[in-house]
């Protein structure tokens, strides 16, 4: 009898992508990230072109010194650095998004398997599993 079950019994399927449910739970998390991303983003951008500011900026005087103007610059750049990776990143969200509606979110693009739930939870832009990532890790060092 127990060979009847064997022979009957129907081998458990690896699934290949998430189902609707799960990709709808990941589009809130990413739409959240988003929101605050963009947010962000446009704060840093008012930093870098000092738009719509009624602060001290305004009062500021002119006769700063090569110091001040420094840090000034700094900071500046600083800002723009930031910008531009909280751009790529919102790039990446967007992206991801796409490719929940193509239902293809979720899976590594190198070994095609499942990113698990967990890493995507905290990398919702993920692309690639851990073992793919320090498969091609470990390319690069060669």
Do not use: W
């Not at 290949?16 to 799960?22: A, H, L």
């Not at 072109?49 to 103007?69: A, C, L, Q, R």
């Amino acid at each position: 009898m127990s060979e009847d079950i064997k022979e009957n019994a129907v081998p458990e399927v690896e699934k290949t992508r998430y189902s609707d449910d799960e990709l709808a739970e990941f589009k809130v998390i990413i739409n959240e990230k988003l929101d605050k991303a963009r947010k962000e983003y446009n704060t840093l951008r008012q930093v870098i072109m000092h738009n719509g500011s009624n602060d001290i900026e305004d009062t500021t005087p002119s006769f700063k010194t090569v110091e001040d103007d420094g840090a000034y610059q700094l900071s500046k750049e600083e800002a723009s650095q930031l910008a531009q990776r909280q751009y790529k990143f919102i790039q990446n969200l967007e992206a991801a998004l796409v490719r929940i509606e193509n239902k293809t979110y979720g899976i590594c693009r190198v070994t095609g398997k499942l990113i698990p739930k967990e890493r995507l939870r905290l990398v919702p832009h993920a692309t690639l599993t851990v073992e793919a990532k320090e498969m091609l890790a470990k390319k690069g060092r060669n």
